[in-house]
């Protein structure tokens, strides 16, 4: 019987629905998306991968993950809080509709937009103003998850390239001699020391069996 534990590389299949309507959000399993006619052709179905209790995931899935049987499915409900988060008045903002003019945007009503790095929804246009929500498209539901951990992977070099590739970077060359890991990095010299350090700390932090990090 193995556990998962707080820190571990694991594969993962799930399917989130909403509590009060049974709608399906998201979901890795292709079967299931066919079954109830949501199947995405464009969508690579697959377990998802995940360092547990890295902020990957949603604070009410890593607490159920910890402690958690490999191969065992578990059904759980979430409130707000442990979810998408409860939704705040504050995070709703109006803007004049020349600022985002201005910015070559044209906004429409349920359109998504980034706004000074924040993920912001319309909610409305009327008289030259634009009413921005910027709580998560899911803040304030309920929402049930049906989880199954299917393997922990426990190979440092699965885990350390799995550590770049959350930062959008493929490690290529990777040579692991004991405590010690050096890889190469697609236009490395173009990066900057600073997010270079970035990539060291990331590894380190998600991989501690490495203590030794080179960017060839």
Do not use: W
């Amino acid at each position: 019987m193995t556990k998962i534990k707080k820190g571990d590389l694991i594969e993962l299949d799930f399917i989130g629905t909403f509590k009060d309507t049974n709608e399906i959000f998201d979901l890795t399993i292709e079967s299931e998306a066919k079954k109830n006619k949501i199947f995405d052709p464009n969508f690579k179905y697959k377990p998802m991968k995940v360092f547990v209790g890295s902020g990957q995931l949603l604070k009410g899935i890593e607490k159920k993950l910890v402690g958690a049987e490999i191969g065992k499915k578990m059904e759980f409900d979430l409130e707000p809080k442990e979810a998408f988060g409860v939704r705040s008045s504050k995070l709703i903002q109006l803007i004049s509709l020349s600022k985002l003019r201005s910015k070559k945007v044209n906004p429409i009503v349920g359109m998504r937009l980034d706004i000074d790095g924040q993920q912001a929804t319309v909610r409305s246009v009327n008289g030259g103003r634009v009413l921005l929500d910027f709580n998560h498209p899911f803040a304030g539901k309920n929402v049930h998850y049906m989880l199954k951990p299917l393997k922990i992977n426990a190979d440092i070099k699965d885990k350390v390239e799995f550590s770049t590739e959350l930062l959008g970077f493929q490690a290529n060359g990777l040579k692991v001699e004991g405590k010690k890991v050096t890889f190469k990095l697609p236009n490395k010299e173009k990066l900057g020391k600073p997010f270079l350090d970035l990539i060291v700390t990331q590894v380190k932090k998600l991989v501690p069996e490495v203590t030794d990090v080179t960017i060839a």
